[in-house]
Nanobody, 125 residues
Framework: QVQLVESGGGLVQAGGSLRLSCVAS??????????MAWFRQAPGKERDFVASISNGGVSIDYADSVKGRFTISRDNAKSMVWLQMNSLKPEDTAVYYCAAATTARKMRPGVPDYWGQGTQVTVSS
């Protein structure tokens, strides 16, 4: 099993920045380096892919809506992944979820193996 715990959400004005963190733990995660991703779900909408990073950190993918504004990164030694969010817009308001999977190919289709509980990000206009 893998446990994912997100932090760093909050309220920010449009144009501001936030950095989300996700720490992973569990026997499965410790024995196998997994691909990681961030998703988000706005009220009344489906959960959408935001960004993913491959097991080794070489391959990175972003949704078009965040490309150039958000940056995903990871530190395997610390079992952590981050999402740096700059130039935030009100439409970025959502609950942001950390996810893990055995392969990054599971991320775009929205079928990772594990989910975190989520952290709220609210961007005011």
């Amino acid at each position: 099993q893998v446990q994912l715990v997100e932090s760093g959400g909050g309220l920010v004005q449009a144009g501001g920045s936030l950095r989300l963190s996700c720490v992973a733990s569990g026997r499965t995660f410790n024995s196998y380096v997994m691909a990681m991703a961030w998703f988000r779900q706005a009220p009344g909408k489906e959960r959408d892919f935001v960004a993913s990073i491959s097991n080794g950190g070489v391959s990175i993918d972003y949704a078009d809506s965040v490309k150039g504004r958000f940056t995903i990164s990871r530190d395997n030694a610390k079992s952590m992944v981050w999402l740096q969010m700059n130039s935030l817009k009100p439409e970025d308001t959502a609950v942001y979820y950390c996810a893990a999977a055995t392969t990054a190919r599971k991320m775009r289709p929205g079928v990772p193996d594990y989910w975190g509980q989520g952290t709220q990000v609210t961007v005011s206009s």
